[in-house]
């Protein structure tokens, strides 16, 4: 258990819908990074946090929007959503933004299918 | 654009054989890369690695960077069946970017 919690676990909707998937990070952890992974795409960098603030981008649609809150938990909204959008979410977090450590801890994942 | 390349995709071992995965990568401002270890679900931490020639190892596990040739290798000796699993390497850039590997998925055969 890496203390890094996200739900729900799974999550099925149809095209067209919007979901938030939520995470919480390991406690004293700043940051959260927000993963996608599919079987064709591998583990793709979405979107980090640290400590309230966006601090990078990675390959996140337009559709798609983070945001992480005074008690350091985020949330991932997808909106439109395309049978595309399939895949396993994972959130993860880390102590700080990358200076002196870049150790991500890893939640257990999001598995969001669209049908 | 930066990338992290592994080979290879896939391999197969009986227990007790020693494997080599590799990593090779191109990014910009490179700051740190990282191992990972996925079995059914989200990825463990395996190592970090941010200096040439210095290996690190933990159990039967190890690992090494080379900035020069910008590759990394871990190894595993005495594979164990509990070894199986997908194994992902990650670099770290200096805007803070994280890029994966599709990784290499090891099986190990009693």
């Known amino acids: 258990d890496s203390g890094v919690t996200q739900t729900p676990k799974h999550l099925i909707t149809a095209t067209g819908q919007r979901v938030t998937l939520r995470c919480s990070p390991r406690?004293?952890?700043?940051?959260v990074y927000w993963y996608q992974q599919s079987l064709d795409q591998g583990l793709q960098f979405l979107i980090q946090y640290y400590n309230g603030e966006e601090r990078a981008k990675g390959n996140i649609l337009e559709r798609f929007s983070a945001q992480q809150f005074p008690d350091l938990h985020s949330e991932l909204n997808l909106s439109s959503l395309e049978l595309g959008d399939s895949a396993l979410y994972f959130c993860?977090?880390?102590?700080?933004?990358?200076?002196?450590?870049?150790?991500?801890?890893f939640g257990p994942g999001t598995r969001l299918t669209v049908l | 654009e930066d990338k992290v390349v592994q080979s290879p995709l896939s391999l197969v071992v009986h227990e007790g054989d020693t494997v080599t995965l590799n990593c090779s990568y191109e990014v910009t401002n490179f700051r740190s890369l990282l191992w990972y270890k996925q079995e059914k679900k989200a990825p463990t931490f395996l190592f970090m690695l941010t200096s040439s020639g210095i290996e690190k190892k933990s159990g039967r596990l190890s690992s090494i960077l080379d900035k020069k040739e910008l590759f990394s290798i871990l190894n595993i000796t005495a594979t164990q069946t509990g070894d199986s699993a997908v194994y992902l390497c990650?670099?770290?850039?200096?805007?803070?970017?994280?890029?994966f590997g599709t990784g290499t998925r090891l099986k190990v055969l009693a």
């Open positions: 406690s004293g952890d700043l940051s």
């Open positions: 990650a670099v770290a850039s200096g805007t803070y970017k994280y890029i």
């Open positions: 993860a977090s880390s102590v700080e933004a990358g200076g002196r450590t870049d150790t991500q801890y």
